[in-house]
């Protein structure tokens, strides 16, 4: 906003002056990301924003945030006193923490409504109160470790995180040389393959990457996307989205920060607490393994640092001339569904990530109307003819039925899960026919970041399928909680649960790629009694998609890293149906629905053969579909 734009900055300042009565006293404005925070002596402003705001953002199309200037603030520990006087002890506050460089005073709360009060009462005092401007968070029903130390991290370099949205909000508002005059995108990976997602928007003024994974599978393919491209340049880099908290659709973020990346890293506010998470887990895998990782865990907490979590249908400028929206998508906690709005109405993305067009317990169904579509990339896991799934009543009917058999004859199940999805929805089908006595009662263990997981999910309810949200909102009751299950803390706990008798065991990961899965599936699979039951896609090459089609005998590193030979002897099952993602006719389905109609149709994130077939399923209906390699460019406009 200073040197080049100080031409651009001027007139902003100048318009909110202009707007803000002389009472306001403006001591600074500055960029807050794709904001503009402006900073006055007079804390009334922060209780009558709305008029003078929605004027300012009419004349200037920019979000604006109305902060005090730090020498009307209240001294912290009396403005805490304060709070704790006005916030009703019903709301169970967990923490006051301030961030005198925002002048936020963030307040976590069991209740987050009873700090709010009626239309905002509570806070208004605060603000007339204090002068902090307060920002209220969910406690998680589950204790979290990776919310707390998130949290930690933001607040603690607050200083720096300043900074980084400064710099975001200069990059974006920065002065232009040419108009919009073309679109192209490089796909680097996740094309005719599933794993390493990742694509590149170039127009002649921004660059932005669309997720950014790894692949999971033995040694045989490249697991990382395609960075060596000359398009890819990290310093033209203005913005990386990312769709959602699988390992193949966000593991690599991180290692953009191991090369100096400093921009920003756009996701739903789900996602931004599920991404590190599933990053720091693949690093701890990878060390347990001894395996190469990419980066380590600075690298993770300089991402957490950069990543500016936004709501669904939330318009936000993310680089000069693209407007970002994210939707629901359907598929796990905070996955989204990207809209890209380039110039004013020049061209428009959308891009599904992974979607499931149909309800689960979970969550509600993907959006499918957005207000352009030029083009669309769809994944097609499940594109081919036979990817047809079973209703979802019967689909629970043969788990419960597999999982009876299996512990009345004595045997253990393992279910292999990815820690954010389906362990959650798996939790609460056991739970349910547990309760309803139609599933033999027998201890449910649960290990592997999936404790971790679900506390993430309590913290945003909003995000939940409707009937879940109302039971953490409204009727205080903890869907993810229950008498069946044991959370397994520690490894030396496994020795006692693999003598014991009968029981159900879900843990990560969920393709059989590491983690504490492994270690029972050396275990189990010898004995025929046992059973490994797959719910979720099997990504080619892994040990999971390899026991899934019948392998029986795997060679494991066992205790002392010596190699032992593991014979599967215990019934295998691939239970189809609880997937995430959308299965043919959904797909099918969402491309007649999606409103407005886009001109081309680009397909991905599904084996070479399903990418295919579902292109030419398209074409022979809608037309205009393509399947592009890896490494292909395509010029859109
Ligand atoms: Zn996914």
């Known amino acids: 906003m200073r040197n080049q734009n100080s031409n651009g900055y001027a007139k902003v300042r100048e318009c909110i002056i202009d707007c803000l009565p002389k009472e306001a006293e403006v001591t600074r404005v500055e960029f807050e990301g794709s904001k503009l925070a402006v900073y006055v002596k007079n804390a009334a402003m922060l209780l009558e924003q709305n008029y003078i705001i929605s004027d300012i953002v009419a004349r200037l199309h920019k979000r604006v945030v109305i902060r005090s200037d730090p020498s009307i603030r209240v001294p912290k520990e009396q403005a805490e006193k304060i709070i704790e006087n006005l916030v009703p002890k019903e709301a169970e506050v967990t923490s ?67 900074r980084i949205l400064r710099n975001v909000g200069e990059r974006i508002f920065r002065p232009t040389l040419t108009k919009q005059g073309s679109v192209r995108i490089t796909f680097l990976g996740g094309f005719k393959e599933v794993g390493r997602s990742a694509i590149l928007v170039e127009t002649e003024e921004s660059c932005i990457l669309l997720d950014c994974g790894i692949k999971p599978s033995d040694q045989d393919s490249m697991p990382y996307p395609r960075f060596d491209v000359e398009q890819f340049n990290l310093e033209r880099l203005d913005a990386v989205v990312i769709t959602h908290a699988h390992v193949d659709h966000c593991a690599m973020v991180p290692f953009l920060f191991k090369y100096d990346y400093d921009g920003p890293v756009y996701c739903s506010e789900p996602t931004a607490s599920l991404m590190p998470l599933l990053q720091l887990d693949y690093l701890d895998v990878a060390s347990k393994e001894g395996s190469y990782a990419p980066y ?149 263990y649960i290990e592997g970041m999936i404790s971790e997981a679900t506390a993430i999910h309590t913290v945003y309810p909003e995000y939940l399928a409707h009937s879940i949200r109302d039971q953490i909102l409204h009727k205080n009751i903890n869907p993810f909680q229950s008498e069946y299950f044991t959370i397994v803390n520690h490894p030396s706990e496994r020795e006692e649960i693999i003598k014991g008798g009968p029981s159900i065991i879900m843990a990560t990961s969920g393709m059989l790629e590491g983690g504490p899965a492994i270690e029972y599936f050396k275990h189990l699979a010898p004995e025929e009694k046992n059973a490994i039951i797959f719910v979720s896609y099997q990504i080619e090459g892994t040990l999971g998609n390899k026991i899934k089609n019948g392998l029986k005998e795997v060679s494991l590193i066992g205790a002392g890293g010596k190699m032992e030979l593991v014979k599967v002897k215990a019934r295998v099952e691939f239970i189809e149906g609880f997937s995430g993602h959308s299965d043919r006719n959904q797909l099918l389905n969402f491309l007649s629905k999606i409103k407005p109609k886009p001109t081309k149709i680009i397909v991905g994130h599904g084996e070479r053969k399903k990418c295919e077939s579902l292109v030419a399923a398209i074409n022979k209906k809608l037309g205009k579909a393509i399947a592009p390699e890896v490494l292909e460019t395509i010029r859109l406009r």
């Open 96 to 162: 006051i923490v301030f961030d005198s460089n925002l002048g936020e005073v963030i307040i976590e709360a069991k209740k987050p409504g009873l700090v709010i009060g009626k239309e905002g009462s509570v806070l208004q005092e605060i603000i007339r109160n204090t002068a902090w401007r307060p920002k209220v968070i969910r406690a998680p029903l589950l204790h979290s470790k990776i919310i707390a130390s998130t949290r930690h991290i933001l607040y603690s370099e607050s200083e720096e995180r300043v």
């Open 296 to 444: 380590d865990q600075k690298d993770v907490r300089e991402e957490v640092l950069h990543i500016i979590p936004l709501k669904y249908g939330v318009v936000n400028d993310v680089a000069p001339g693209v407007k970002l929206t994210l939707y629901d998508a359907g598929h796990i906690l905070g996955s989204s569904i990207v809209h890209l709005h380039i110039g004013e109405g020049f061209h428009n993305i959308v891009y599904t990530g992974d979607f499931k067009f149909g309800k689960t317990t979970l969550l509600e169904p993907a959006t499918s109307s957005f207000p352009r579509v030029e083009t669309l990339i769809i994944e097609s896991t499940y594109g081919a003819p036979e990817d047809v799934m079973p209703e979802r009543s019967v689909v629970e009917a043969n788990l419960i039925e597999t999982l009876n058999e299996v512990l009345k004859n004595g045997g253990k199940a393992l279910i292999p899960v990815p820690a954010v999805g389906r362990a959650q929805e798996i939790m609460i089908v056991l739970d349910n026919y547990m309760k309803n006595k139609k599933l033999i009662e027998a201890p449910i």
